[in-house]
């Protein structure tokens, strides 16, 4: 995770697709009370077992939800992803489709998706770590800013001007 090419998705709603485990069951994708970073990666990509690696070290360190998909793989390319990289983590394989579906063209490419299965940022090629964190950063705290109480009790801001809202 060295360089970085992020760019603003626009809130994109996350497109609907599938993912598989290891042994072929079909994986609903889902989000729960947290930052989702999807991973995509490619048996041909010699830079991807590096950025899992990157990805996997932070997650440790940040409160967001990894969830790697090898497009094209099958399960012994996952396995051997896994073996060599010493890895405890779920690698999910999914279909060449994904490409045109997620609308990315390069490995790797990352994706940070919220809480409300809104894509927040794209990363493609090399993703450095700042840039990762700073993003799960901003987005955690922007989910907090919204959870406090107004004077009236209720939780969600009637107005927003220069970052505060009331």
Known sequence: MNSSQSQAAAWRDVPPFS?????GQEIPFSVDDQMIVVLFLSPECFTCDRELFAAQHLQKNL????????VGCD???VKRILESLNLDLQVYMGTDDLKAIWGFWEFPTAYLV??????????QGKITVESLEKEILNNALAKEKTKRKKADGSTSPSACS?????
Request: charged share 25%; glycine share 4%.
């Open 19 to 23: 993912l598989y485990d290891l042994v």
């Open 63 to 70: 409160q967001f939800q990894l969830v790697p998909i090898c």
């Open 75 to 77: 399960w012994r390319e």
């Open 114 to 123: 919220d809480q409300n299965m809104k894509i927040v940022e794209k990363w």
């Open 162 to 166: 220069d970052g505060v809202c009331y």
